[in-house]
C-alpha cells in the first residue's frame, strides 16, 4: 500500500506515528524491509515548510524536524517541540549578549540539525535534497518531502501591538512572521490576514506530485488548515494533484467540539472567515465532486480535494459532495491513531 499524508508539524508528526502503526510498524522505528512477497508498504508525507525561519544565520524548518524527531522517537513528548534531553548552553550565552530571540529559544542538539542544514543549503543543495540527508540519520521510516524547495514564508498582517492608542492616531498594520505571532504573541493579536508569501510562484519539491499521483489513498492530516495545510495547498499544482489523483482523499477535522486541541487553528481560521466548526472546515476544503469548490488562503472558490472527511463524535456536518464520518480523533497514543487511519480507509472502501 502506497499513504500520500499532507501534513503540518506537531500534530502531523503525531499522526504519522499512527499511519505506521496501522500498517504495524513500529511507530517510532524506521520502516521494515521489503519481504520476498514484493514491494513493502510506504508511506510519503507532503510537509509544510511555510512556517520556516532564519534566525541566527540559521535555516529552521520546525514542521519538517517535529516530523524528524518525533518518527524516530528523539522528540521531546512533554515539552512538546524539540529534541529530548535538550541542553540550553547556546541560548543561554545568546541571552547573556541581549542577542537571543526570547520567544524562539534553540536548544544545543537542535542547533546541531540546523547547522548541518544550513551548510548544505548554502552549498547549493536544494531543501528536499537536504531532507534527505537528515533522514538518513534519523531514520523515520516515512519519506519526508518538503512542499517546496523554494521559499515561501506565512507572514500575519496585525495591528502595530506598541502602537499607543492615548496618542489619537489610528494603530498603523504591520506584518509579523507567522513564529512571531504564534509564539510570541501567542496568536493573541487579532489578525487581519494570513497571506503565505512566496507560495503562489513556488513549484512543488521532487517527488511531491508523484506521491500524490501514485498513491492508494491520500489523508489529509488534521493539521491547521490555514497555516499548515492550506500553504501546502497554496503551492501551484499541489491542489490539482490531489483533484486528479485516482486514489481516494480522506481529510481529518482539526476540531474537536468546535474548538483545537491544540494550538492556534481557531484563530487562523477566523482570519480567513471560517467559522470554527468541523462543517465549516470541511467545506472550506471542499469535495471533489463536479461543482462543489473549497476556499483558498484569500478565501477565493477553489476546487475542493475531499472524498470523504472524519469528524469527532460529538459534532455534526453536513458537507456536500463528502461523505461524512463520525469517529474518535483524540491522538492519545499511535494505536488511537490507527484507529483513525483505519476509519479513512473504510469510508473511501479501500483494503490494504
Known amino acids: 500500500m502506497k499513504i500520500c499524508v499532507v501534513t503540518g508539524g506537531v500534530g502531523g508528526a503525531r499522526f504519522l506515528l499512527g499511519v505506521k502503526a496501522f500498517l504495524g510498524w513500529d511507530p517510532t522505528g524506521p520502516a521494515p524491509d521489503p519481504g520476498p512477497d ?48 535538550e541542553t540550553w548552553t547556546v541560548s543561554g550565552e545568546l541571552a547573556g549578549y541581549g542577542a537571543e530571540a526570547p520567544w524562539f529559544s534553540l536548544g544545543d542538539k537542535d542547533i546541531a540539525t540546523h547547522l548541518v542544514r544550513t551548510r548544505m543549503l548554502d552549498a547549493g543543495y536544494p531543501l528536499s535534497a537536504v531532507t534527505a540527508a537528515l533522514a538518513g540519520r534519523w531514520r523515520p521510516g516515512v519519506t519526508l518531502l518538503p512542499m517546496s524547495d523554494d521559499r515561501v514564508e506565512t507572514h500575519v498582517v496585525v495591528e502595530d501591538p506598541d502602537h499607543d492608542p492615548a496618542d489619537g492616531t489610528e494603530p498603523a498594520l504591520i506584518a509579523l512572521h507567522f513564529q512571531e505571532w504564534w509564539i510570541r504573541h501567542r496568536a493573541g493579536l487579532s489578525p487581519r490576514s494570513i497571506t503565505p508569501i512566496g507560495a503562489d510562484t513556488a513549484t512543488p519539491a521532487p517527488g511531491v506530485l508523484d506521491a500524490i499521483a501514485e498513491a492508494d489513498i491520500v489523508l489529509i492530516a488534521p493539521s491547521n488548515p490555514v497555516v499548515s495545510v492550506g500553504t501546502v495547498l497554496a503551492v501551484p499544482g499541489i491542489r490539482e494533484a490531489l483533484r486528479t489523483t485516482a486514489a481516494p482523499v480522506v481529510g481529518m477535522s482539526p476540531l474537536i467540539g468546535g474548538r483545537p486541541v491544540r494550538g492556534h ?20 476544503y471542499g469535495a471533489r465532486s463536479s461543482g462543489q469548490g473549497g476556499r483558498d488562503a484569500a478565501g477565493d472558490e477553489v476546487g475542493g480535494i475531499l472524498d470523504a472527511f472524519l469528524i469527532a463524535e460529538e459534532d455534526s456536518a453536513e458537507i456536500p459532495g463528502v461523505q461524512v464520518v463520525r469517529a474518535p480523533l483524540l491522538m492519545t497514543d499511535p494505536n488511537a491513531t490507527a484507529a483513525m487511519v483505519a476509519r479513512c480507509l473504510d469510508a473511501v472502501d479501500v483494503r490494504r
Not at 514542521?63 to 521531546?76: E, I, K, R, V
Request: aromatic letters at 2%.
Open 265 to 284: 487553528a481557531d484563530a487562523c481560521l477566523a482570519a480567513i472567515g471560517v467559522d470554527s466548526t468541523a462543517e465549516a472546515v470541511g467545506r472550506h
Open 38 to 85: 514484493g514491494p513493502a508498504d510506504t508511506v510519503t508525507a507532503v510537509v509544510n515548510t511555510a512556517d520556516d525561519i532564519r534566525l541566527h544565520g540559521l535555516q529552521i524548518c520546525p514542521d519538517l524536524d517535529s516530523c524528524l524527531y518525533t518518527l524516530s522517537g528523539a522528540a521531546d513528548t512533554e515539552r512538546g517541540w524539540g529534541r529530548q534531553g
